[in-house]
Nanobody, 127 residues
Framework: VQLVGSGGGSVQAGGSMILSCVAS????????MAWFRQAPGKEREGVAV????????FYADSVKGRFTILRDNATRTLDLQMSSLRPEDTATYYC??????????????????????WGQGTQVTVS
């Protein structure tokens, strides 16, 4: 399994940014996928989750209405469209693929994804 993220950088508050992740080495279309983030000195937290169908999406309260998670099973890509960015969105963002059955992945953002594969992380800085 390989997950390669891209698209991070620096942006001013109120701006927009798109993160992308390309998956390879496994059956992507059957997996529950997500974006997590980790700010300095804080625990990793879930941001958005999408089921294999691409239409069932879930968001942390902190990003609802501002972030959109999108997947394309044909191209094996996972995007995170971010708008109205705030300084508190500054973090390293990770794409994740849940290893277990798609219906077992946590969508409440209260439990860590212990059984997952992770991308290398991409830095987002909002100032």
């Amino acid at each position: 399994v390989q997950l390669v993220g891209s698209g991070g950088g620096s942006v001013q508050a109120g701006g927009s940014m798109i993160l992308s992740c390309v998956a390879s080495g496994y059956v992507y279309k059957d997996k529950c996928m997500a974006w997590f983030r980790q700010a300095p000195g804080k625990e990793r937290e879930g941001v958005a989750v999408v089921y294999p169908d691409g239409t069932s999406t879930f968001y942390a309260d902190s990003v609802k209405g501002r972030f959109t998670i999108l997947r394309d099973n044909a191209t094996r890509t996972l995007d995170l469209q971010m708008s109205s960015l705030r300084p508190e969105d500054t973090a390293t963002y990770y794409c994740a693929s849940y290893r277990g059955s798609w219906y077992a992945c946590d969508t409440t953002f209260t439990r860590p994804w212990l059984n997952a594969d992770w991308g290398q992380g991409t830095q987002v800085t909002v100032s």
